[in-house]
């Protein structure tokens, strides 16, 4: 075992890391550690853009932007956070021009922008175009982009280690630590992939960025790593997870794979078609049409597949039709997504429509913060030292559907927000004692595994969990499907103790790996399958079929999901009054839900038309 140590410890080197590794690198000693190699994080897996409201190509102000963020994510927005990513989005962009980024340009030079979903003129009047991109390469240039910057600035990483605990100095999962008790965040625990040594790292402040978790289902977006690591080490010790039951589909992944066509493909001017060959979002949102916020869209993509209208043989999937557009114009905004058309599917977009349907594509819950990035262990109480930003967070900006081009935002306004706050923490604040043998718990667990003779296989359970994710906890969901992916998750979890890896070796081995992970994925499902039963009502991403409309004298509330002892009573949460009084339990502890007040600034809850 090694043991190291940092003023600041960043976990993911994904846009939120690195940008959050900028600003503490100047300011104290900072480690970024990143299970996979920075440049291969999902961010670069970005496509259509980073929104702001720049006004470049037509009028627009960031107040409109906080509107749409908050129309778009059906009021469960905390409207403060919107209010500082909105206004803060122009410097963001500005930041990475000047950074390098290679943004696409208007004719006059300027950065040039286009129509996303939801984003809009005036409060609803018509799209605008607020977002700013490099092709259908985004993503890829900011990584590259903060990647850079990070070697110049002599940022230190460790690669290709896995963080598998977090250390704090009271363990939250007991359930007897009051509220209001001071809390400390004292370092992490990682696993070196090259070797299998362990390391322990003693940080004064850590910041988790470590993304998502769309491998709960199986129909997805994201990439195989996107394991939920962060949230789930986070919910272990104790720390609730906020919102888990909103998970984003989007709209347009290739049809049977998941592999996603970015937005930009509609911003761009494609259209949504069914078998008839009818524009049908004319008739679901006679405003915006093909360009309404993801939720809406991706519920009437399903919906005319349900009521027959679907295309292909099964009738399964919707069209999207860019072949309106001129060639020269697909080239030059949209090569990569188009190229994929040909690559998966073997069909040309200059002159067939694209088989789409939705793909689960992003978390809008996740580990509470307020906007400086703290971490919040119950509606009020920060641990102190501990930080997140980006898809592992939940500020919240995104509520309960989150607007396309308002991640790659979030992830840079938030990740320099949460860089500053625990540089300046760290500046000030000793080294906290590390509770004994700090490595232990992941030791016995990795060494179990691992050596277990003979058991179940990480694969049959992983497909089981993603299929039942996608049966019954996807666009629609009712009680009866929600309490069947309940018992399904029990059930794996049972089989889960007895999981065995065939590479038995300490190097390179990530069958060992993946079978942790495994582990990530089962509490990060529980959560969201909790959390959306309780829910009993329709809110952005979350469309209860028993329970069709948003019900916001019972459910404007963000859900804050506890980890606790079967016997233990809720030390700790905020107790679930109300709707939010409910406690699942599990083999050997109970998920206890509660509450937390939605922060309204100046938009009160009106019905959401577009
Ligand atoms: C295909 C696709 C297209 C998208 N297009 C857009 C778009 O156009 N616009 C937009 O706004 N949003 C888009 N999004 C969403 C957006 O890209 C992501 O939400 C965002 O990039 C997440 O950034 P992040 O820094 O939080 O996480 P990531 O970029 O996912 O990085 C996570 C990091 O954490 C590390 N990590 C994870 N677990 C561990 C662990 N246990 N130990 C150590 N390190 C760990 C990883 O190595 C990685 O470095 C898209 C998403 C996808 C999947």
């Not at 971490?375 to 919240?396: F, M």
């Amino acid at each position: 075992m090694q043991t190291h140590q940092y003023d600041v410890v960043i976990v993911g080197a994904g846009g939120a890391g690195m940008r959050a590794a900028l600003e503490s690198s100047t300011r104290v000693r900072t480690a970024v550690i990143s299970k996979l190699f920075p440049t291969r994080s999902h961010t670069g897996a970005a496509q259509g853009g980073m929104c702001a409201a720049l006004a470049n190509v037509e009028e627009d102000n960031w107040e409109w932007h906080t509107f749409d963020t908050v129309k778009g994510g059906d009021y469960l927005v905390d409207q403060d956070a919107a209010e500082v990513m909105a206004k803060e989005a122009i410097d963001a962009v500005l930041d990475l021009e000047k950074m390098g980024l290679p943004f696409n340009r208007t004719p006059e030079g300027r950065i040039d922008q286009r129509r996303f979903g939801g984003h809009t003129r005036n409060h609803g009047e018509a799209a605008v175009r607020r977002s700013c991109y490099a092709a259908d390469r985004t993503g890829h240039m900011i990584l590259q982009t903060l990647y850079q910057q990070c070697v110049k600035n002599d940022v230190e990483f460790f690669n290709e280690f896995y963080v598998l605990d977090l250390l704090v100095d009271h363990d939250l999962a007991t359930g007897d630590v009051p509220d209001g008790e001071e809390v400390n965040a004292t370092g992490v625990v990682a696993y070196e992939l090259a070797t299998g040594e362990i390391h322990v790292f003693q940080a004064k402040a850590v910041v988790f960025a470590t993304g998502g978790a769309g491998k709960i289902y199986k129909t997805t977006s994201n990439a195989h790593t996107l394991t939920g690591d962060g949230m789930a080490l986070a919910y272990r010790r104790g720390i609730p997870l906020e919102d888990m039951e909103f998970f984003q589909f989007h709209p347009t992944g290739l049809a049977g794979l998941g592999i996603l066509l970015s937005e930009a493909a509609r911003g761009e001017g494609g259209i949504l078609r069914n078998s008839d060959g009818e524009r049908f979002m004319e008739r679901y949102a006679p405003t915006i049409k093909d360009l309404a916020p993801r939720d809406i869209v991706a519920r009437s993509m399903a919906n005319e597949v349900r009521e027959g209208r679907g295309a292909g043989p099964n009738k399964d999937y919707v069209l999207l039709d860019l072949t309106h557009l001129e060639p020269a114009h697909i080239d030059a905004k949209l090569p990569d997504i188009t190229e994929f058309a040909r690559t998966y599917l073997g069909i040309e977009p200059y002159t067939e429509p694209v088989p789409v349907y939705p793909t689960a594509h992003y978390a809008m819950g996740g580990i509470p913060t307020n906007i400086e990035g703290e971490v919040l262990r119950n509606a009020t109480d920060v641990i102190k030292g501990l930080y997140a930003a980006g898809e592992v967070a939940c500020v919240s900006v995104h509520g309960s559907n989150r607007l396309g081009t308002n991640s790659l935002l979030d992830i840079n306004v938030f990740g320099k927000r949460a860089g500053k706050a625990a540089a300046a923490y760290a500046a000030a604040a000793p080294f906290v004692e590390l509770p004994p043998n700090p490595a232990t718990r992941v030791e016995a667990e990795l060494e179990t595994i691992r050596t277990r003779p003979d058991g179940e296989r990480v694969a049959d359970i992983r497909r089981a969990l993603q299929e039942t994710m996608d049966a019954n906890a996807q666009v629609f969901r009712t009680s009866e499907s929600l309490t069947q992916a309940l018992a399904d998750i029990k059930g794996l979890r049972k089989r889960y103790e007895a999981v065995s890896v065939q590479d038995k070796t300490r190097t390179f081995n990530t069958d060992l790996l993946e079978a942790v992970e495994l582990g990530f994925l089962l509490d990060i499902a529980e959560t969201v399958v909790v959390g959306a039963l309780n829910r009993e009502e329709s809110r952005g991403g979350h469309f209860r079929e028993d329970f069709p409309d948003r019900d916001d004298s019972r459910f404007m509330q963000h859900t804050m999901a506890y980890r606790r002892p079967v016997a233990a009573g809720a030390a700790g949460t905020v107790s679930g009054a109300g709707a939010f009084a409910r406690a699942e339990t599990f083999d050997g502890y109970q998920v206890v839900l509660g509450a937390k007040p939605v922060t309204v600034t100046r938009y009160q809850p009106m019905e959401r038309k577009y």
